[in-house]
């Protein structure tokens, strides 16, 4: 069964912050993650449905006024293209260093981060795909490609790959970016995935 809008809100607010108790945001949900922002806000495109989350230390909601546009966010629909993205594992570092990882970083990042998906050319990563924000239910997709490789449809094909194996580990894979990242937009766009909220913060 699909979660619903206000399910899909609460699992794509989980998966980038850190949740105290009392369902307040403290950090980014990624290792050495920063602080939250002060108050983060979902609406839905679909209906009228808007979730709040404040950070530990605010004492009430601002006002939508002060709340700066983010970017959208994206659910993956049910049927996805076949994929000839190849998994990466912890040893695969000369796949990945002209990416950014180092010799130190990958195998530490891995356990955190897996599954990696990636287009291999010349016994070097060009696109890859990984998971950038993980919880029990959700993870949300990381995905960086070679300036010289990009245009070439390669992240949408890692993408959809990374979906396919967060979806056998049970858990529900999302899709989010920023206004101004037109080539994260585009590979929304290629593999149909479905817009269902934009975010909005106050930092």
Not at 21 to 29: G, K, P
Not at 169 to 196: C, D, E, F, M
Request: proline letters at 7%; glycine letters at 4%.
């Amino acid at each position: 069964m699909s979660p619903s809008i206000s399910e899909l809100l609460d699992l794509h607010a989980r998966a980038l912050f850190v949740h105290d108790a009392d369902d307040r945001i403290t950090h980014v949900n990624e290792p050495a993650g920063a602080r939250a922002p002060r108050c983060f806000c979902a609406r839905s495109t679909q209906d009228t449905t808007t979730l709040y989350r404040l950070r530990d230390d605010v004492a009430e909601h601002p006002p939508d006024s002060a709340l700066s546009p983010d970017g959208p966010a994206y659910v993956f629909p049910l049927s996805l293209p076949a994929s000839t993205a190849v998994a990466l594992g912890p040893a695969d570092i000369a796949l990945v260093r002209d990416l950014g990882w180092t010799d130190d970083e990958f195998p530490r990042d891995f356990a955190v981060r897996a599954p990696f998906f990636a287009i291999v050319d010349r016994d070097r990563a060009v696109s890859l795909c990984f998971t950038a924000r993980l919880t029990a239910r959700a993870a949300e997709a990381g995905v960086t490609t070679h300036p010289d490789h990009r245009g070439r449809g390669h992240a949408a094909t890692v993408v959809a790959a990374w979906a396919r194996a967060i979806r056998a580990s049970g858990r529900i894979p999302l899709y989010s970016t920023s206004w101004t990242n037109a080539a994260s937009q585009s590979v929304a766009r290629k593999l149909g995935l479905i817009h269902y909220a934009s975010d909005f913060s106050v930092t």
